[in-house]
């Protein structure tokens, strides 16, 4: 069976929205893996669609974490990582996964506006250099989590780095 599944975050990394074509008639249960851990899902089902029907479900930050996502509660909560659904109508499985990275987004921006802030020579500050760095790892996961076998253990792989590397500071370097 085709994975008839989309997964998509909004803009401002505050919803994840699960599409899908319904794969029969019976409830579809809902499943999903945050950074590789399992994460409570309500609503988890799709109930009883209509076989070839696009149902779907959109989920906020705080429905899909019962703790903080980065030391942020509250409606406004940003997502951030590797997002994994997988519905199954219990004979047939769909999967589909996102990459949450407007934290990465931010990083990299931060990074372009010190390097155009920094007082000395361009060529010798590595901001532009990190933000490289962290754009390629986050299209990186981004790409992993596209492609049509998903690879979430990759994409969680070069996202942690993405992060570790925005979280890494190297001044100005003048």
Do not use: W
């Amino acid at each position: 069976m085709a994975n008839n599944i989309s997964v998509t975050i909004s803009g401002d990394c505050e919803a994840i929205t699960v599409k899908m074509i319904a794969m029969s008639g019976v409830a579809h249960t809902l499943q999903a893996k945050r950074n590789g851990t399992y994460i409570t899902l309500t609503p988890n089902t799709f109930p009883n669609p209509i076989p070839g029907e696009i149902i779907s479900l959109t989920f906020t930050a705080s429905q899909l974490q019962t703790t903080t996502v980065n030391q942020q509660t509250g409606t406004a909560a940003e997502l951030s990582g590797v997002y994994l659904f997988s519905a199954t109508d219990g004979t047939n499985v769909a999967t589909g996964g996102v990459v949450a990275a407007c934290n990465l987004d931010c990083c990299i921006a931060n990074e372009i506006n010190d390097f155009l802030s920094c007082p000395c020579d361009p060529t010798e500050s590595p901001k532009l250099e990190k933000a490289t760095k962290i754009l390629l790892l986050r299209e990186g996961a981004e790409a992993d989590m596209s492609a049509s076998i998903q690879n979430p253990d990759n994409a969680l792989a070069k996202f942690n780095k993405a992060v570790e590397i925005c979280n890494n500071s190297c001044d100005c370097g003048c």
